[in-house]
């Protein structure tokens, strides 16, 4: 499924999650619905650099990231919902259009994330798409 229809059909999900619900401590689980959302907006700013910079040097080679820490520091439990749930929405469909201009013979482009091994730009791509279903179905599924 393109990343930008994913997003608009998860974001109208999400909005019918009251915003109580999504400030509980989940059992079993690390984050609150908020950061776990949250976690998904940090994780469109860091691919969002990937994919550009893969895109346009023809390679990719930077840092990962610390999620708790990244989470942890945006506190994204004082974000109202409905914000943080735009905010998301946003980000992707930016870097959808992003993806939908990478040029086809870039997309072997490799890219390496810290000390992984390097994988290419389509796979980044397919696995940022896989990454976000995770999340959200660990959202919507209490």
């Known amino acids: 499924m393109p990343l930008d229809r994913l997003v608009l ?6 909005y019918d999650i009251p ?4 400030d509980e401590q989940r059992p079993d689980r690390t984050w609150t619905m908020k950061q776990e959302l949250g976690h998904l907006v ?8 990937r994919i550009v910079r893969a895109t346009l040097d023809g390679h990719y080679t930077g840092p990962g990231y610390d999620a708790d820490g990244w989470v942890a520091l945006a506190n994204y439990s004082e974000m109202h919902w409905a914000t943080l749930i735009g905010f998301w929405r946003d980000l992707n469909l930016q870097l959808a259009r992003i993806i939908a ?17 390097p994988v290419t730009l389509q796979f980044l ?8 279903l995770h999340h959200i179905n660990q959202i919507l599924t209490q």
């Open 19 to 22: 915003p109580e619900t999504a």
């Open 101 to 117: 201009r990478v040029p086809p013979e870039r997309l072997n482009a490799p890219c390496t994330i810290g000390d992984d091994a």
């Open 125 to 132: 791509i397919d696995d940022y798409s896989a990454h976000i």
């Open 9 to 14: 059909e998860k974001t109208a999900i999400l």
């Open 42 to 49: 940090d994780s469109a700013m860091n691919n969002h650099n």
